[in-house]
Structure formats: structure tokens, C-alpha cells
């Protein structure tokens, strides 16, 4: 049984990860009704500028606070060269365009730092403690911890401030929202900026574990992709709850079901995806949406 | 539909090039060529359904894999020679993709991307993982094929007909789904699907159809790629490719037959081309060409073409009338009375 626990409390910790990533995606999707494919790799590139400024000598605190400006920065910047003037295209053009985001992102990583590993430095202090049995490890705690803190303050941020409720208003609807004076292209500049934030703090968070690699985020985002679907795609609590649950699932499925094993640990939220389609497609906590003619 | 495809001359020299094009290529080009025709397979499928159905799938790539297991498979293992093995791959890969696509083909175009996007990164590791069925890292050899008499001395000749042959099929199959009524039933959906759906169409069946075709013509130029290949491994069918496949769609024009053609042509010869300057710049190439062919005229080299071509040919008519306004269409009509 204290297999069982230890293979939950280490699905929680990765499932954290694909939790920030997802609340990443959600918070474009319900901005621009846009999957941002090249959210993970965005994150990378933020990573190794974190890297590569603690490597000059920067403290990691400094270079931590940064490089999250730089990358808020660098989301805007991508939103409104690249996405903006394509709003309103149909979906399959969005996704080629985020697609090439996503090539355009790794590729540029892997000219400037090479396709070599690197060693990221841990922000949480090395060690663990053992609750009944179960040896939990601090990175993991505070990985959690960081996920608490930036799901609920973005929580607080939308549900109390007036940006919040002008942020949703823009997003559930953008011609009304603009005629009672929301200035709604500001607010959808603010999603990416803040997606691209806090899918950075995923990537710094992951990065330790993974090692920095340009291709490193690659298969979190799907996981995050995944994460998303299961939680419903307009809602930051259910990316949350998707991410833990796939990080569990997956973590359970690779060590329990034979025929998945340590390879095939991908199938499972494909498998969790599918399941959700088939019963419920808007996903956990979604809502439906009608369209009128 | 003649005011939107290409002039027939140029189709005319297209296909020209292509028969002759074996006398002065050297057989390394050659063999090139016939890769980036066996990707074209693949990619005039997914044209089929990114450009004319409006879903867009990022698994094709698994599925060219697919394909060229299902080919390398049932030649080592039952010894069917390898062209009788193209038709299985088609099918049965037309068989699978349905098996991935029924769940979320019931939805709009991004749970497909998603689901896609997934099958496209865990097809590698179940081909490690199946080692029994697939190889493993050392992968299945494919013989080679018998070579008529006449071509004896130039076994590449001999492949690069067979590939074109297969491409002529791809083709054709694609005209006759396109120029019917399930191409109009097709565009009908992709550009309203509530709409066509009012109207009586059934949309998850029409879908399913496209990603079916699309599916068989994937399995189709998998299997080709094998061929040509004559062994192959998971490294060669890694989740880029899929990627690599929806690129070339769209840097050819992705509601365009010949378009395929030259998509191809760019994921073959770009990474060549590209790599002796850096190892990356073949991908920053394609991630500014993705971002690029959307954001300038969306479809692709040949619609630039297109453009072009009308441009010339009705200069004395001033301005090119556009086809997205009612007064641009007016226009059009005028024109080709």
C-alpha cells in the first residue's frame, strides 16, 4: 500500500507541472479561443534564458524575476506580431500558426544554446521527509506549493479585481465587452503575457528534474494538452484538478498496468482524453456552449 | 472551379518534368525525389482534410508509419511481395486512423489536433514498446523489388516509376472525392458546419470519410517510403515527421493537389540544403514558413502562383478582382464571360 501512496504523492508533484501548463493554455484559450501549441516551448526558451543569466553570475532569485518580466514581455510581443492580426481565422489556421510557434521556438532555442542537456538548479533545498511510510521530497512539496500559489492568486486576480472581471468579460464575449468600454485587445495582450508567466514557472519547476534540453517541454505539453480537455477548456479549476489527476493517472498507469509500463506512460492521457470526449466533451468542468446561427 | 485551380500549361509542364526528369537526374537525386513523392502521398491526404474539410490532424506521420510497418511487416514476416502490400497498408491504415479519429471527429477541429497531437508523440515508443511485432531499435528489412526486364540496369528508374504510379493513384483518388458531390459536401461543412448540417448533411459521416482517405493515402505513401527505403526503424517515423508533413501541406497550399507535390519537395530538400549551415536553421525556415504562409496569402506557394499567374494574365484588366467580396465575384464572372 505504500506503493500505492508513494506513486500518488509523485504523480501529484508532475501533476503540478502539467496543472501550471494547462492553467497556461486555458488562460489563452478562453482569451482567443486559440490552443497555443507553442506554450511548452515558449517555456523552454524562458528556461534557458533563466539559465543563462544565472550562469553569468546573476543570483537565481534575480534571474528568476527577470526573465518572468521578459517573458510576459515576450508573450506580448508574440500575441500581437503573430496572433492578433489572425484573430477571427478559422480554427485550422490558428493551429498551423501556433504550431509554428512551436517549431520557430525550439528552433531558435537549439541555435542559440545547442541540443546538448544542462544542468538547471533547483530552487527548493534538497531532502525529503517521510509522512507515514511515504517519503515525500521538498522539491516536490514546494512544486506544489508554487502551483497553490500561482492558481490561486490568478484565481483572486479574476474573481475580485476590476482587471479580473474586465479580463473575463473580454474573454466570454469580445464585441460586447468593447461596447462598455473595455479595452479588450489590451486584455487579451494580458492573457499571453501572463500564460506565457506562468508557463515559464512550469518549466523552471520541471527543468531540475528533466534537465534543461530544447525539446524538454515537448511531451509536458501534451500532458497539458491533455490536463486542459479533462478539466474542461474554459476552466482555470478544472485545469488544475485535469493536471493532478493526469499526473496521478499517469504515474499509477506506468507502474501498475503491464501492458503501459515506463515506455508507454503517453498512452494514458491519451486514454484519459479519449474516455473524457466520449463522456463528456466539454471535460470536467466546462461549460457547453450554444451556437446561433 | 476552373477560375480557382492553376493553368493548364503549367500542369501540363509540371507532369513533363516529372517523366522526364529521371534522364539527367543523378540516381542520388533521384532516389531524393522519390522520398519527398512518398511524403507527398501523405501530405495530399492531409490536404484533403486540413484544406478541404476544415479538421486538421497532426498524426499523419504516425499513420505514414503505420503504413510502412504494416508493409515491412507483412513482407518479412508472410513473405507478400512488396506491391501487394501497398494495398493492405492503405486499407488498414485507413483502419486505424478511423479507430483514433471516431472519438473526436465527433467534435470541432481542436480535440482532433489534441488527440492527434498525442498518437503523433506515443507512436515512436509503442513501436519500441511492440518489439515482437515491429523490431525494436532494429527495426524490419523490406526486399527489394523484382526489376522488370528493360530496367535491369537502372533499378532506380524502376522505383521512381513505381512511386509516381502511386502518386497518380493518390491523385486521382483524391480528384474523384474532390470534383464529386463529397467535395462539395466537404467544402459545405468546412465552411459552415451548422449550416450544412441544417441542410442535411450528415456531418460526423462526411468527416469520418475525409480522415478515412486521408488515413489510406498516409498508409499508401508509408508504404512506399519502405519500399524505397527497403528497412526501417522508430527513428524514422518520430513525432516530427507529423509535423513535418503538416508544414509541407501548408507551404504547398493546402487546398491544392499540386501543392503536395512541392511540400514535399521543401521537407526533403530544406534539412539537406539547410544542414551543412546549422542544424537548426531548417527548422527555424520552417517555423517562419508555418507563421508566414498563414499570416500572407494562406495558401501556400501554389496560391502565390496563382496569383501571380492571374495577375499576368489580366493586366489589361487592372486590378485583380478579389473573390472574397460579392463585387470581386461580379468581377470574375465578367471576366470569364
New interface residues.
Partial sequence: MSLFFQLVVSGLASGAIYAALAIALVLIFRATSI?N?GQGEMATFSAYCTWQMINWGVPVWLSLLICLAASFIVGIIVFRS?IQ??IG?????M???T??????????T??IWG?DQRAFPSIFPDGGIAIGGVQVRISALGTLLALAIAALSIGLVFRFTRLGLSMRASAYDRTKSMLVGIKVQRMLMLGWGLAAVIGMIAAVLIAPRLLLSPTMM??IL?YG??AA?LGG?DSPFGAVVGGLLVGVAESLGGSYLPMV?A??R??V??AL??II??VK?VGLFGSYKV?K? | MNSRSLPTFIKVGAAAIALIAPVFLPDFLLFEVCIALSYSIAVLGLNLL?GFA???C?AQGALFGFGAYVTAYLNAEFGLSPYWTLPAAAVLTAAAGLAVGL??L??????L???T???A??FP??L??FDWLTGGVSGLPIDSLETPAPFAGRPELWLYLVTVACAGVAVLLVSLVLFGDTGRTLRAQRDNA??AE?LGVNLTKVRLWAFGISSALAGLGGGVFAILNGFISPQSFL?AVS?NI??AS?VGGTTTITGAFIGGLFIVFVPTWTSDI???????I??????G???IS?NGVVGLVKKLVCGMLQTTSGNVPSLKSIQGRKQWIALRK
Fill in positions: 490552443v501549441f503573430f492580426p489572425l481565422a478559422p480554427i485550422e489556421a493551429v498551423v500558426v504550431l509554428g510557434l512551436f517549431v520557430l521556438f525550439q528552433a531558435v537549439m541555435w541540443a515537448t511531451p501534451f494538452l491533455a480537455t477548456w509500463g515506455e508507454l503517453i498512452v492521457p491519451i482524453t479519449l470526449l466520449l466533451p451556437t446561427l | 486540413m476544415g479538421q486538421i497532426l472519438p473526436a465527433r467534435l470541432q477541429g481542436l480535440q489536433a489534441i488527440i497531437f498525442g498518437i508523440a506515443a515508443q509503442a519500441l514498446k451548422q449550416i441544417a513525432a509535423i503538416v508544414i501548408i546549422n542544424l537548426a536553421l531548417g527548422n527555424v520552417y517555423g517562419l514558413a508555418l507563421i504562409v498563414m499570416m494562406g
